[in-house]
């Protein structure tokens, strides 16, 4: 069974841009929750998404949005960006509820 | 609020000593407690879940509600232990079931 697949794996934009990155979960998983990785503040909650709804959220700007599809592939977009949001983001799926999570090797974004 | 505590950034020892990674949390209601692991090179990936009380890779964790602890532990830690931990918290299905992490402890087993 394929594992939950991130693009684009690495990313470069300028402050101002906005990026939109893609999560493809496990076959048959319809959660998809996202996660933003740093440094100096670890793994944080950023969404998640359960049957095209958001079903719950972190504490992020409202800048930092996402959705689901049908198919349960999620995108989530990030507006005005800003050096700090430079990070690792990881999306991650499960079956149902939240604890079970498979991850994807993520997204590292770089702003400039 | 949820809040997941790992007090220390690393721990390095011998093959073959005791391993104890610690974890405190802080949630009013019946959390759910894991810990996750990331080997080099590869994904984040659970470890082990409290609710399961199993021994995975020879790693046990007990949930202790009065001193609101999920320690990690291994009697004998091997190389292949080397990795970045993460303890987790879920409060539970619904609204709430998003999972808070710790910052992680790098765990280095020396031979």
């Known amino acids: 069974k394929a594992g939950v697949t991130q693009t684009p794996r690495y990313l470069i934009k300028t402050r101002g841009q906005q990026v939109t990155l893609s999560c493809s979960p496990i076959?048959?998983?319809?959660?998809v929750s996202w996660y933003q990785q740093t440094p100096g503040q670890g793994l944080q909650f950023l969404f998640e998404y359960f049957s095209e709804t958001q079903r719950n959220k972190g504490n992020f700007p409202g800048r930092f949005s996402g959705r689901q599809f049908s198919n349960s592939r999620s995108e989530m977009n990030v507006s005005t960006l800003e050096l700090g949001d430079s990070a690792l983001y990881l999306c991650a799926s499960s079956l149902d509820r939240v604890g079970e999570l498979f991850f994807g090797e993520g997204s590292r974004l770089t702003v400039l | 609020a949820q809040r997941v505590t790992q007090p220390e950034k690393l721990l390095s020892v011998f093959k073959g000593a005791p391993v104890e990674l610690k974890c405190n949390y802080s949630y009013s209601g019946s959390p759910e407690l894991f810990w996750y692991v990331q080997y080099s090179r590869q994904r984040l990936q659970l470890l082990l879940r409290?609710?399961s009380r199993e021994s995975i890779k020879g790693f046990t964790a007990d949930l202790n509600k009065g001193e609101t602890s999920f320690h990690l532990k291994k009697p004998f830690a091997q190389e292949e232990d080397s990795a970045m931990y993460y303890c987790?918290?879920?409060?539970?299905?619904?609204?709430?079931?998003?999972?808070?992490f710790g910052k992680g402890i790098t765990l280095s087993v020396r031979p």
């Open positions: 409290h609710i």
């Open positions: 076959s048959g998983h319809r959660s």
């Open positions: 987790a918290l879920s409060g539970g299905s619904g609204a709430n079931s998003k999972l808070t």
